[in-house]
């Protein structure tokens, strides 16, 4: 894997716009030989998953994922991604010293008919409390506009959760997007990225993407990380999501990736 390495420190100022805009695409990057084990991995999860969406797999590093369940042995390659020395570097200046990681998503579109995912922000419905994340999106196959590219609006985090509606829309991966009289989409900006770049972005950042009507695939890789003076709050009651799955967090196992968990974590597992 990937060596920690100097560039892979952000530095005051990319920490700074962060903050500003609630986003950094950072200098630091995955090796080619780390993009070629993800290719690997998605290649595997999804031949073993015929009847999942792409861009539904939901944590791929747990054994069996959560909500719909993930068949086959993928996931120690996923879980290892996700706690990349480089990576877990940055997020302690993002996040602190104590970080879990505690959630991840495939979102693989398939070329011709790859679904949009409607502008929203996350979090609302997370179960972290006091609520903090930062969300690490890594392209697996080059992310264009083309293709369907994650979008951002810069700085929308600032001003906390917007009202979400329900998007009744066909070919697409959530069922809520942010209130339009809420949403400035003029101000959106593409992140294209080649694969083994990333995006770091905020919980309450307005994102999406097009649908991938292009003749090429766009995978990516998005990990959740929060810190573990936070509560990962099972309490939460299951649900059923937009996409007909069981959204379950009792018996989630959540990961150390940097630091200590004051105690008030449960199912942590080290790395
Ligand atoms: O992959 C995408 O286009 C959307 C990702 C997303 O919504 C997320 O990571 O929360």
Known sequence: MTAPTETALLSPDEIDAYHRDGYIIPRWRFSPEDVGRMLNAVERVIASNPDHRPERLVCPHIPGGATKPIAGEHHADFLSFGTTVGLTS????????????????????????????????????????????????????????????????????????????????????????????????????????????????????????????????????????????SLFDRSMPDKVNASGHQVKYQKRPVFQVLGTDPGANTLVRQI
């Open 90 to 229: 940055i997020l302690r200046q993002l996040v602190g010293p104590d970080v879990l990681m505690w959630g991840s998503q495939l979102f693989c579109k398939p070329a011709s008919i790859g679904m949009a995912i409607p502008w929203h922000q996350d979090g609302d419905y997370w179960p972290i409390r006091p609520l903090a994340n930062v969300s690490a999106w890594i392209a697996i196959d080059p992310a264009t506009r083309e293709n369907g590219c994650l979008r951002i609006i810069p700085g929308s985090h600032r001003d906390g959760l917007a009202p979400h509606v329900q998007d009744n829309r066909q070919n697409i991966a959530l069922d809520q997007t942010v209130a339009p009289e809420h949403l400035d989409e003029a101000r959106a900006i593409d992140l294209e990225l080649e694969p083994g770049q990333l995006a770091l972005f905020d919980v309450y950042l307005m994102h999406g993407s097009n649908a991938n009507t292009s003749g090429k695939r766009r995978a990516g890789q998005v990990y959740r990380y929060m810190p573990s003076t």
